[in-house]
């Protein structure tokens, strides 16, 4: 898993590298990166757990506090794309945890991918859940829109348009795989298309008030 993560990393890096314009991320943030995720290598998953997997938006909350209950467990991680969710699953697979939560692929978005790519990167990660544990429920949630008004984040730019087109991707993969799939784009989105003013201070991450709406979408399936 380890060797995994470094080419991961080292892959990350060299697509950053090739944006003509850098990406938002910065080598601290690639530190935090390989700390959290060998942190997860060493936490334990029972089969009663509740996994939030995922990047930043996941990252962010104290899940188990919001959904209270104790067996919710974060493991998401800032910068993170759906191929990272891939290579990092081995931890939390092993455990065969009862449900698995994911949310991804806005960093993907911002990292030049489109929406059937980020679908079929979706699509393999499931399939390797389903593979190696067949009896975790899945539940595939939407990516959420974003705003560029409020802050620039420049590889989204004029990029609204591939968050819709791989949520439509990934429902399609819901489909084909039986999970559940969950559509919070509509509760979080404007009449413009972009992520509510009052729900972010940055135009990407949530304030707490946009936790709270996500914790209202998915509480009945944590019960």
Sequence with gaps: ?????????ATIAAITAAQAQPIERTANQDKYYVRRATHFDDLPVHRRDIIMLGNSLTDGAEWNELLRNPRVKNRGIIGDIVQGLYERMEPILKGKPR?????????DVS?????DSIGRAMEKLIVLIKQRSPRTKIYLQSMLPFNT?????????DREQVVIDGNRAMEQ?????GVTWINLYPLFVDNEGKLRRELTNDGLHLLGPGYL???????KYTK
Excluded: E, P
Aim: proline letters at 0%; glycine letters at 6%.
């Design 1 to 9: 898993m380890k060797k995994a993560l470094l080419i991961l990393i």
């Design 99 to 107: 449900k698995i939560f994911i949310l991804s692929g806005v960093n």
């Design 111 to 115: 990292h030049g991918v489109d929406g």
């Design 149 to 157: 008004d409020v802050q620039m984040w420049k590889l989204l730019k």
């Design 173 to 177: 993969v819901a489909k084909r795989q």
């Design 213 to 219: 709406i996500w914790r209202d979408a998915i509480l």
